[in-house]
């Protein structure tokens, strides 16, 4: 019996879940099992901030709670914190940013994410807006 091609392409937990989204445009992406969450600035965001030109990364092993901030993001126009979206631990943080602020402009939403946190209650998440959501908030 032959096992379909894509069972094997995709590797089980290789998969993330659905963003969600803050009302002061971060963004958090949860990890297949739930235990990991990717934390960066919405495409709205760096394109209200306009140009990056230095990120500050939170320390790592530091312990947030939701709406804390856990660094900043400064553009040729303002400055930001970044606030998280959930509570959590810092257990990585892209190091690209220090060199290459500008990689938020490039992929705020992908290779542009901040920090890593290793998520405390993902009943949290229930309390921000999906991707359809902050479409919508965003248009207003």
């Known amino acids: 019996m032959a096992i379909p091609?894509?069972?094997i392409a995709?590797?089980?937990?290789?998969?993330?879940?659905?963003k969600k989204y803050t009302e002061d445009h971060e963004w958090i992406e949860l990890s297949?099992?739930?235990?990991?969450?990717?934390?960066g600035i919405s495409t709205y965001a760096a394109k209200s901030l306009g140009d990056v030109v230095y990120v500050e990364l939170p320390t790592l092993d530091l312990e947030v709670s939701a709406g804390d901030s856990m660094g900043a993001v400064e553009s040729v126009k303002s400055?930001?914190?970044?606030l998280t979206?959930?509570?959590?631990?810092?257990i990585e943080t892209?190091?690209?940013?220090?060199?290459?602020?500008?990689?938020?402009?490039k992929g705020p939403e992908g290779d542009g994410?901040?920090?890593k946190l290793k998520v405390k209650d993902k009943g949290e998440l229930d309390k921000l807006?999906?991707?359809?959501?902050?479409?919508?908030?965003?248009?207003?």
């Open 113 to 115: 994410w901040i920090a």
């Open 129 to 140: 807006m999906s991707g359809e959501e902050y479409t919508t908030f965003t248009a207003e």
């Open 94 to 105: 892209n190091g690209i940013l220090e060199e290459k602020p500008s990689e938020i402009n």
């Open 79 to 82: 400055a930001s914190d970044i």
């Open 32 to 39: 297949s099992d739930g235990t990991t969450g990717t934390v």
């Open 10 to 18: 995709r590797p089980l937990g290789a998969r993330s879940q659905e």
């Open 85 to 90: 979206p959930v509570s959590g631990t810092v």
């Open 5 to 7: 091609i894509a069972r």
